[in-house]
């Protein structure tokens, strides 16, 4: 649905035209969307190197708590950050809700009516605009190539 080069703009209204259309779509897309974000921003506040950083997301970022766990051990420590994840995400709980929706649609365990799916696609794309503006405000673009920081031999 989405390429590397799409904007988060571009990605958000993608998002919306599906609210439509296919609200239940739109949710999918809105948490796929906010992962992506996630990921980039742990990699470009972290402080270990990027390699290091992708490998562990690999291993344990999956879903909210993985990616919770993560953002502790890589950002929060970060002198330049000191915010937990579910202190820059304003609706932690929506967006836990949003989370729960996608696997259930995911894995063909329910549906939903169209109201129910548009809420918490709203709730997944406030959530990473949240991620985003601290991103900006640390002065990174997650649209842009991200920071790199290598493993130094000793």
């Known amino acids: 649905m989405f390429l590397v080069?799409?904007?988060s703009h571009s990605r958000e209204e993608r998002i919306k035209q599906f609210l439509a259309e296919d609200p239940s779509l739109s949710a999918l897309l809105a948490v796929i969307h906010f992962e992506w974000t996630v990921r980039r921003a742990i990699i470009a506040l972290g402080t270990s190197p990027n390699v290091a950083i992708r490998g562990d997301l690999k291993k344990r970022g999956q879903g909210l708590?993985?990616?919770k766990?993560?953002?502790k051990d890589e950002v929060f420590l970060n002198e330049?950050?000191?915010l937990r994840?579910?202190?820059v995400v304003q609706n932690w709980d929506g967006l836990g809700k949003a989370?729960?929706?996608r696997h259930r649609l995911v894995h063909g365990v329910a549906s939903c009516d169209a109201e129910y799916a548009r809420k918490r696609a709203h709730w997944a794309i406030s959530a990473t605009n949240d991620i985003r503006a601290v991103c900006?405000?640390?002065g990174i673009n997650l649209d842009a190539r991200l920071p790199v920081r290598r493993c130094t031999k000793a």
């Open 69 to 71: 766990d993560i953002w």
């Open 85 to 87: 994840l579910p202190e």
């Open 5 to 7: 080069k799409d904007s």
């Open 65 to 67: 708590e993985g990616y």
């Open 80 to 82: 330049k950050v000191q």
């Open 136 to 138: 900006i405000d640390k």
């Open 99 to 101: 989370f729960r929706l």
